[in-house]
């Protein structure tokens, strides 16, 4: 079933930086409508569960110290096609190989810190939203 939602994280390399008025704005100006809303931080569990299917990569310790090292921005959007529209806005997991314009290519560093999270299924996107975000924070 194709729900038309999202869930998107602004990493803590967004936060730190200071990008995330820029990185908001590039989504809704891009058709997103904000659904849901948070600053908060992940824990090692949470961020370990997370990730449990990276958990073989050699880059496993290394994601979860960088994904739990500060606050992120936690978000559920909407728009009709969310989930591959969204992958499209935020570009391919190496900046360096993202499209020019795209969130990654215009605010990630590195493919360890590239800037934002994005779904990769509805299913997916149900099950990380409803992780954050309670019924009456979703409006
Ligand atoms: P995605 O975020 O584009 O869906 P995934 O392959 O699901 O990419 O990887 C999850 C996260 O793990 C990436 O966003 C990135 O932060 C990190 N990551 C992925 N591949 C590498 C790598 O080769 N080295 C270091 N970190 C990586
Ligand atoms: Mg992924």
Redesign the pocket.
């Known amino acids: 079933m194709v729900t038309n939602k999202t869930f998107t994280m602004l990493?803590p390399d967004s936060v730190e930086k200071g990008n995330i008025g820029g990185i908001v704005e590039k989504i809704t100006a891009s058709g997103f409508r904000i659904v849901a809303m948070k600053l908060t931080q992940l824990t090692k569990a949470d961020a370990e569960a997370f990730?449990a299917?990276?958990s073989e990569?050699?880059?496993y310790g290394?994601?979860v110290t960088?994904?739990t090292r500060g606050p992120i921005v936690a978000a559920i959007l909407e728009k009709e096609n969310a989930v591959e529209d969204f992958?499209t806005l935020?570009g391919?997991?190496?900046p360096a190989e993202a499209v020019e314009g795209t969130i990654?290519n215009m605010f990630a560093d590195?493919?360890?810190?590239?800037a934002?999270?994005?779904s990769?299924s509805d299913e997916n996107a149900a099950i990380e939203g409803a992780f954050h975000f309670s019924g009456r924070e979703m409006f």
């Open positions: 990493k990730y299917v990276h990569r050699p880059f290394e994601l960088y994904m992958r935020i391919a997991t190496n990654r590195s493919i360890s810190e590239n934002v999270h994005g990769d």
